[in-house]
Structures are given as C-alpha cells and as structure tokens.
C-alpha cells in the first residue's frame, strides 16, 4: 500500500511539472528565483506545489536556493523531476534569464512525458500479453492437449505388438501432465519476474507470482476436464 501511494505521488509530481513551470516563465521577467519559488508554492494544492513551499521554508532559514532546489530532486525519486531541477539549477548557476529557463524546461518536460507515456503503453501490451498468456491462453491449450492424449486408446495397435502397452501409455500421460505443470510454474514466475522488472518493482514479484500461478494451474486442471 506504501509502494502504491509513493508511485501515485510520483505521477502526480510528474503530471504537474510542464504546467507548473509554463506558469512560473509567465511571472515578469525581473522576478527573483526566489519570489518564483514562493509563488508557484502558492499556485496550488499538488504535492509539487508543496515541495516548492518545502524549499521556500529552506531557503527562509538560509539554505542557498540551487541547494533547496536540489533537495526536492532527492526527496523524490522522479527521473522527470530531476531532469527538470537540474535544469532550473544549471540556468541559476549561469546567470541565464530565469523565464526562458522554465519555458525551456517546460517544454522538455512535456517532450520526455510523451516518451514516458509511450513507452509505458508499450509495456503495458507486454505486460497484459504476458499475464493473459501464464493465466489463460498457455494454461488452457496444455489443458485440452493433455485431455485429447488422455482420450486416445491404442490398445487395438498395442495387441499387434505395435507401441507401448496400457501401464506404458499412463507412465506417459502422467510423465506429461508433470511436466505440463512445472511448464505452466515457470511460465508464471518468469513472467512475474519480467513484469516486475519492467516496472520497476521487483517486490512486485511475489504478488504477480501469487496471482499467475494458481490461476494458470486452475485453467489447466478445468480444460483437461472438459
């Protein structure tokens, strides 16, 4: 629950960057950084917005402003956000005009959340892809396989000493449901292991495990009964 709400914060700072600078590059341009930062505490209620009333207070009791600025990137961990405080804290650090700084860093922002939000629809085909696969799709085509084998009868080719004999042919079936099984086990750690890394949020490995592998096991038991 604690790993939930830290990466809705994250998203939330994220989704707040370009909007938040586009505002503060609106202020004129004589503005000090720190009359900016204090304004764009005040511009609203986001956890950025109180990030930014975070550092106005560092900075009231004597923290020099790139130091408060910087500590916001630490306290979170947002790529998106560090990109963007790097840049704010490099034009600071070189005298450039502050409005076309956050304009600037605005726009990159809004550049870099477009490839984010790309790529996270690309792995979220993956990752569906996957978990319909190890829960659903896989599970149930061993399932009926394993049903057609066990629904064959070869006792009219074993009486003319051709193939294995009945005790062989189960030997064989139960030989390959246990492998179907450890197929099936494998498929849905694998799967919960690149899920997780994909996201990453290896601790996310077990909960996907937990949910992928008793399922897969019960759609294959319930399509080799059919």
């Known amino acids: 629950l604690m790993m939930h709400h830290e990466e809705d914060r994250k998203k939330k700072i994220e989704e707040e960057i370009p909007d938040l600078l586009l505002t503060a590059s609106s202020l004129p341009g004589n503005s000090s950084l720190p009359r900016i930062v204090e304004y764009m505490g005040k511009s609203g209620s986001g956890p ?3 990030e930014f009333r975070i550092a106005q207070r560092e900075m009231l009791a004597g923290m020099p402003t790139e130091e408060a600025l910087l500590r916001i990137a630490k306290r979170n ?3 998106a956000l560090s990109r963007a405080i790097g840049l704010i ?3 600071l650090h070189s005298g450039a005009d502050m409005s076309r700084a956050f304009r600037e860093t605005a726009e990159d922002s809004m550049r870099t959340h477009a490839l984010l939000r790309e790529r996270a629809a690309a792995g979220a085909m993956q990752k569906y892809t996957l978990i319909l696969a190890g829960g659903c799709l896989v599970p149930f085509i061993l399932g009926k396989l394993a049903s057609m084998v066990e629904g064959f009868s070869l006792s009219g080719i074993s009486d003319i000493g051709i193939g294995a004999g009945e005790a062989q042919r189960l030997q064989l079936i139960a030989a ?3 492998a179907n099984i ?3 086990a494998e498929f849905a750690l694998i799967a919960s292991a ?5 996201e ?5 490995f077990v909960i996907y495990a937990l949910a992928l592998l008793p399922c ?3 759609v294959y038991f319930f399509s080799r009964g059919l």
Do not use: V
């Open 216 to 218: 897969g096991l019960a």
């Open 176 to 178: 390959s449901s246990l």
């Open 200 to 204: 990453g949020r290896e601790k996310k």
């Open 77 to 79: 961990r947002s790529d």
């Open 48 to 50: 950025l917005c109180h």
């Open 182 to 184: 450890i197929y099936i």
């Open 194 to 198: 690149f899920i997780a890394l994909q």
């Open 89 to 91: 804290a490099a034009a």
